[in-house]
């Protein structure tokens, strides 16, 4: 006969036994449902590499190597599909699920334990992380891990609790440099917490301290290289801004992101699950207080404090040396925000408040967790997967000139030869693409390539980032487009960046096709000159012929465009010193055949005709006036 207490603790087992596979379920299912995105692809060619070239190549790339290691061994047991590459990343979001049946049980308590893997298994970031191969889902779970168990062994002493403390801070860390932060901030709140309440506990502090800290001694010179060659050269991440922490405190709420630092896209449900979140944390904050549940309320001051401690430590180091903040960087702290939810729920008086709080959280994340699970987000790739494995055979030329693209062909097409054009904002990647490197080809030897080839294929989006084929080409005459290109346009959120595929052919004419060239003067700041030509006015997608960058210093400067049809134009130019891709109030702003145009006001209402120069010569010099609005 069953005494209660077994009764109980078998009530227990199938309950978490049933969660941790509804995680499995959640997880697995739809691993595939995307296609491998350029972030990604990063990650598989670096774990293209032997266990120890890995560690040689990791100084170009900005992140620590465990991850990397692990995508390796996934591979070599598993293969090369997307489930194998995203294994990790699932098997690691069932794991911050399983954390409930254990550390977090022994903090809040049953309810809030459950509470807590209800809100894992509905937070839209922390599925979209699991369907990814990158290292945010494992060093969100080590994380997560590292406080639980910090907190567990200051309070509890023991052996266990400071193992399980050191493994998982040197996991985190070694897994993602935000998870550094997190560990190092962890380990001094559990110092400080035992200095002033448990001194006992001070030498096993500091023996956890002392592994943890030589177990990641053998990096620090990598680190500090990595740090050096950042500042040496500047980052794509964009300075610190409220539009950034913004984008952070919501980045577990919404979709996911493509390009650095949008505000996302926030939907009416995304906003309320954001806000209930919040209230639950501060409930859950200041009951535990006045219910005098000091373990509870330590645990929520701890999770606060390695959350926020995190993110500022980030813009600190952004606002006095490089910018480093980044809100997708947040993600591997996303376990403490379910944390601090979990404790909020178990505060509440009422078993059916409890629920109908869980209910609210699950209910107001059902329809983006829908959206992910049906919707598109990696951008049209496969499309143009499709429409290219039919036809793409082994020493294929692929051109392309962007982020979005070269990952995917990259990955998905290896029978082919791949060349990368890198565009001005992109070019401080560009060690990054060194592990693609052989076979891709990156601004060099373009020439030795069309020179063996009478056909190649030119792979570009819509963005603002990519280079006309025009453009790279530059005096390599008498290619011409063969068919009609072909765009693809999927997902609707995220229809900013399309994917046009186009084939060309080497004709041998070089007629109707020339350059043209023209001086600025009156720059009045350093900055990058943005150069627009459009066949048609006012502009629009279909008449914007050629986008060309260059960086540019005070006082003049001189750009060419190759490889231009012949034809009626107008030349739009403006000094962009904000890197926003578009002119703004106070920068060097258009001028076209020499007339000026407000970007506030413009000369949308004049016509093609008042504003369009004649080419029609191999060569048109000429200059370009520059007209600022203050």
């Known amino acids: 006969m069953l005494t209660e207490g077994h009764d109980s603790r078998w009530r227990t087992t199938i309950l978490w036994t049933v969660l941790v596979a509804a995680a499995a379920a959640i997880y697995f299912i739809g691993i595939s449902h995307e296609l491998i995105w350029y972030d990604e692809s990063v990650s598989v060619a670096i774990a293209n590499h032997g266990f120890r070239d890995i560690l040689r190549l990791l100084p170009d790339e900005n992140h620590p190597p465990l991850y990397f290691l692990l995508l390796r061994l996934s591979k070599l047991v598993f293969g090369n599909s997307e489930w194998a590459l995203r294994l990790p990343s699932a098997a690691a979001a069932v794991g911050l699920v399983g954390l409930g049946a254990g550390p977090v049980r022994r903090i809040l308590g049953d309810r809030g334990a459950v509470a ?51 493994l998982w801070s040197l996991a985190a860390s070694y897994l993602h440099y935000y998870g550094l932060i997190a560990a190092v901030i962890a380990h001094v709140y559990v110092l400080g917490r035992v200095l002033l309440r448990n001194r006992r506990q001070l030498r096993s502090s500091l023996l956890a301290a002392a592994p943890t800290a030589a177990g990641y001694l053998p990096w620090i010179a990598i680190l500090l290289g990595q740090t050096r060659r950042v500042n040496a050269s500047g980052f794509w991440i964009p300075p610190v801004s409220a539009r950034a922490i913004l984008s952070a405190l919501l980045r577990p709420f919404v979709y996911r992101e493509l390009h650095p630092e949008p505000l996302p896209i926030v939907r009416p449900w995304m906003a309320v699950a954001a806000l209930l979140a919040l209230a639950l944390i501060i409930a859950g904050l200041i009951l535990a207080r006045r219910k005098k549940a000091t373990s509870e309320a330590a645990f929520g001051t701890m999770a606060l404090v390695t959350y926020l401690g995190t993110m500022a430590a980030a813009i600190a180091i952004s606002l006095v040396s490089v910018p480093v903040f980044y809100s997708r960087y947040m993600v591997v702290c996303t376990g403490l925000i379910a944390l601090l939810v979990g404790l909020g729920v178990s505060q509440l008086q009422r078993r059916w408040v409890q629920a109908g709080a869980i209910v609210l959280v699950a209910a107001f994340n059902t329809l983006t967790l829908k959206d992910i699970y049906t919707q598109h987000f990696n951008l049209p790739f496969s499309q143009v997967r499709q429409a290219l494995a039919a036809e793409i055979k082994p020493g294929d030329l692929v051109i392309t000139s962007d982020c979005f693209t070269v990952g995917p062909v990259f990955h998905y097409f290896p029978q082919a030869v791949i060349y990368y054009s890198s565009n001005l904002f992109e070019s401080k990647r560009d060690e990054i693409l060194k592990v693609m490197s052989p076979p891709l080809r990156y601004n060099e030897g373009l020439k030795d390539l069309l020179a063996t080839r009478s056909t190649f294929w030119a792979l570009t989006d819509n963005t603002p980032l990519c280079r006309a084929t025009p453009d790279i080409l530059g005096d390599e005459m008498g290619w011409e487009v063969v068919g009609q290109p072909r765009t693809f346009s999927d997902p609707p959120l995220y229809s900013f960046a399309t994917f046009t595929l186009t084939r060309y052919a080497h004709t041998g004419g070089q007629a109707n096709r020339g350059k043209i060239t023209f001086q600025v003067a009156g720059i009045r700041a350093p900055g990058t000159l943005v150069a627009d030509v459009f066949s048609g006015w006012p502009p629009t997608a279909g008449n914007h012929v050629r986008r060309q960058f260059l960086s540019v210093p005070t006082g003049r400067a001189a750009m060419t465009i190759g490889n231009l049809p012949y034809g009626d134009y107008v030349l739009g130019v403006f000094v962009d010193q904000n890197n926003n891709s578009v002119p703004d109030a106070g920068e060097g702003i258009w001028a076209a055949n020499g007339q000026k145009i407000d970007p506030k006001v413009g000369l949308l209402g004049a016509s093609f005709d008042e504003l369009k120069f004649s080419f029609h010569e191999p060569e048109h010099v000429f200059s370009v006036p520059l007209w600022y609005s203050r």
């Open 116 to 166: 807590y893997a209800v809100v894992v298994l509905f937070t839209p970031v922390i599925l979209i992380q699991a369907h990814e191969a990158r290292m945010y889902s494992l060093g969100n779970l080590a994380v997560t891990g590292t406080v639980l168990c910090g907190f567990l062994a200051a309070r509890d002493g023991r052996l266990g609790d400071w193992t399980a403390f050191v």
